[in-house]
């Protein structure tokens, strides 16, 4: 019987380890050729990775990514075979300021003479659908299927507070920040917000709620009255959204999709992203090289890591050995550094910043492109660029610093468990959980955050050119939107990723139109390294890859109760999207 079970096993894992070589060998030989007349075929009904997405990334369910899109559209704005995009949305995945920027590429596509068509089953049905509508506005046309919704409910912010479930456990926070908005440690240790949170907040979804408005109302040419007039009437009908003049079409997919097949002109297709660029190439494939750097996530010592269960993280050893690469390089003539992270280590954050900044020294120019986020952190290493590049709903800025723990001395005691020291000196153990900070540890914690935060407000007056008054005014761990960073001096544009790479190109001494080779560092893995690595001690995932995927958006809410000791540049918990 074991030996039945040993050899079932065995024909198993040969069973899996030949599909996984088949669908290898079907990438690599599978080259689709263009018709003559291309619809490009855009899915935006999911959330768009900032980097690069493996080529196994289909295989494992993996996301799209913002930088492959963004490449289609600016490809195919240049292409005589590309006639126009259909375009798929559904709720809420896409980031505000992704959506910016996609909005800005549609805007480009079309201004090229070709159309662009949007299509939901419902935007955001069953929840809020205020980005993906947003998004669907910079479309010349506007489908939505019968009986769905236009969820352009407006904007609100939450924020967890769980002092009260703490207390129950007998786990004493002990945290300190910098200054008063920076309202990280009020999750742990308050019960609703100060008003100094409640002030930063109220002006994040103010000024948001502005761009939405002017956003749409552009877009659409009616009225910002009548827009806000529909977000306190939403969740729209479809036929209300069409008597508003949100949307210009009632019709089911398969419509859509003729309708658009139909604009193209005869013998027209559909072609799928990854299919059009696997053919008609990169939009920046030639010319001097610009290398692509991305910091995703919380950024932390060590190695970035996308694992299937948990947050991405940002490594400093990763980013560093990139950007030294890239340094190295004598074809790279400048960096674009993107961003998009709440912050995390300052010991990393400041690791990276150094390596920026050493590029610098050596003639790289480095522009900085913020994506959804780059605040704490994600701001500091921000700083050590020549310019830097924020969409107007850029969550930024937050120059404070936290740093502590979380005691569970109390819940120690109540699951009968006591704990015996032996300290070898005075603040041996200081960051034990096991026990709460003594009189000369919170002498060091505090001068500790304090030191710290004087060098972050340091940084920052160098970096952006503002007096000491200046940077901490725009500072006390206060969180702004790209709009309000741009009016403190905090960034230098609005834009995207196109935008930051003209302003690369211009730093390297080229023309601002020039064509240049966007190559990113480090260089994604071949097919075979990615094989290797999913029949390695990450192939056990695979199998729970689908059921992981419904978690992550709960992880990702709860990892700051699970990660709080050390200092830290960190955004606090904000959820912007209901």
């Known amino acids: 019987m074991l030996r039945f079970f040993v050899r079932l096993f065995a024909t198993i894992g040969l069973l899996v380890v030949a599909a996984l070589v088949g669908a290898v060998v079907l990438l690599v030989r599978y080259q689709p050729s263009l018709p003559d007349a291309v619809v490009l075929d855009l899915d935006l009904t999911r959330t768009l990775a900032e980097g690069g997405s493996d080529r196994l990334g289909g295989l494992l369910g993996h996301d799209a990514s913002l930088r492959e899109v963004l490449d289609a559209l600016e490809r195919g704005r240049s292409d005589p075979k590309v006639k126009g995009v259909l375009a798929r949305l559904g709720g809420d995945d896409i980031g505000f300021a992704q959506a910016q920027e996609l909005r800005a590429a549609v805007e480009r596509f079309r201004a090229s003479g070709r159309f662009a068509v949007a299509f939901s089953e419902s935007y955001g049905e069953g929840g809020a659908g ?5 998004l669907a506005s910079a479309f010349d046309e506007v489908w939505l299927q019968p009986l769905g919704m236009v969820g352009l409910t407006g904007l609100s912010a939450e924020v967890p507070f769980a002092r009260a479930a703490l207390d129950t456990l007998g786990v004493q926070p002990q945290l300190m920040q910098r200054e008063e908005y920076k309202s990280f440690a009020d999750t742990f240790t308050r019960s609703e917000l100060t008003p100094a949170n409640r002030e930063m907040l109220q002006g994040l979804v103010g000024d948001l709620t502005n761009q939405l408005v002017d956003g749409i109302a552009k877009s659409r040419r009616v009225p910002p009255a009548s827009v806000r007039a529909a977000l306190d009437r939403a969740p729209l009908l479809d036929r209300e959204a069409l008597e508003l003049k949100l949307i210009d079409r009632v019709g089911y997919a398969d419509e859509a999709r003729d309708a658009a097949l139909q604009r193209a002109g005869g013998g027209a297709e559909l072609v799928e992203t990854a299919d059009y660029r696997s053919v008609a190439g990169g939009a920046h494939d030639s010319g001097p090289t610009v290398a692509l750097i991305h ?5 932390t010592g060590g190695k970035s890591d996308r694992p299937a269960l948990g947050e991405i993280t940002a490594g400093s050893e990763t980013i560093v050995q990139a950007i030294e690469e890239a340094v190295d390089d004598p074809d790279v003539k400048a960096i674009l550094f993107r961003i998009d992270s709440g912050g995390g280590s300052v010991s990393a954050s400041e690791a990276i910043r150094r390596a920026l900044e050493k590029a ?6 480095v522009i900085a492109s913020m994506g959804d986020a780059a605040a704490s952190g994600g701001y500091w290493i921000a700083l050590a660029a020549d310019r830097i590049v924020a969409s107007p709903a850029t969550i930024t800025g937050s120059i404070g610093v936290v740093a502590g723990k979380m005691s569970f001395a109390g819940l120690s005691e109540k699951l009968g468990v006591q704990w015996g020291r032996v300290p070898a000196a005075r603040n041996a153990g200081m960051w034990s959980p096991m026990h709460p900070f003594s009189p000369s540890e919170e002498e060091r914690l505090t001068a500790i955050i304090d030191t710290t935060y004087a060098t972050f407000l340091e940084r920052v007056a160098q ?11 725009a500072a006390k761990g206060r969180v702004w939107t790209g709009a309000q960073a741009r009016e403190l001096g905090l960034i230098d544009e609005f834009g995207g990723q196109e935008e930051a790479l ?9 023309a601002a139109d020039a064509p240049v080779t966007l190559a990113p560092f480090p260089a994604p893995k071949s097919v075979t390294e990615e094989l290797l690595s999913l029949l390695s001690n990450r192939g056990e995932l695979v199998g729970a890859l689908s059921a992981v995927a419904e978690l992550k958006p709960l992880l990702a809410r709860l990892r700051p109760l699970l990660a709080t000791e050390g200092v830290r540049a960190t955004l606090p918990a904000i959820d912007l999207g209901r």
């Open 130 to 134: 205020n980005r993906a509508y947003l």
């Open 295 to 299: 910091a995703v996530g919380t950024i």
């Open 360 to 365: 610098r020294q050596r003639g790289k120019p």
């Open 463 to 473: 970096a952006r050119r503002l007096t000491p008054e200046q940077a901490r005014a």
């Open 502 to 510: 003209t302003l690369a190109r211009t730093a390297a001494g080229l």
